[in-house]
C-alpha cells in the first residue's frame, strides 16, 4: 500500500517562499506520475502542477506559473513544489497525489489519481 506524506507547509508573508516535499513509502513511485492539487476554505480541490514519471514533462495551473515548480527526486522517492512569489490566494491545504498507472505523463483531474496524502497546509498573509 503506498503512503504519500507531505511537509513543509507553514505561514509566510506574501512575496515569500516554501518548498514542500511529499515523501512516498510502500513501494517506489518511480515509474508513476504525480502531482499537486490544493483545496481552499470552501472551494474544490484544485489543480496546482503535475510531473511525470521520467520528471521530463511538467504541467502548471495557469494561476501558478512562473511562480511554483514541481520535481522529483526517484531515488529517494521524492516530490517537491518549490513556490515562490506567494500570494494571499495561495492559501490552502496542499495534497500530494500519485497515478497508480505507470508511464504517465500526470493529468489535471483528481480521478487521475490513485494515492492522496494527508495534506499541509499553506497560509500566505497579505
Known amino acids: 500500500q503506498v503512503q504519500l506524506v507531505e511537509s513543509g507547509g507553514g505561514l509566510v508573508q506574501a512575496g515569500g517562499s ?8 510502500g ?10 492539487f490544493r483545496q ?4 474544490e480541490h484544485d489543480f496546482v502542477a503535475a510531473i511525470s514519471w521520467s520528471g521530463s514533462t511538467t504541467k502548471y495551473a495557469d494561476s501558478v506559473k512562473g511562480r ?3 520535481s522529483r527526486d526517484n531515488a529517494k522517492n521524492t516530490m ?9 490566494e495561495d492559501t490552502a491545504v496542499y495534497y500530494c497525489a500519485a497515478e497508480n498507472t505507470q508511464w504517465g505523463r500526470g493529468g489535471s483531474y483528481r480521478n487521475e489519481y490513485d494515492y492522496w496524502g494527508q495534506g499541509t497546509q499553506v497560509t500566505v498573509s497579505s
Do not use: H
Open 27 to 36: 513501494r517506489p513511485l518511480s515509474r508513476n506520475a504525480m502531482g499537486w
Open 68 to 70: 511554483f515548480t514541481i
Open 80 to 88: 517537491y513544489l518549490q513556490m515562490n512569489n506567494l500570494k494571499p
Open 40 to 43: 481552499a476554505p470552501g472551494k
Open 18 to 25: 516554501l518548498r514542500l516535499s511529499c515523501a512516498a513509502s
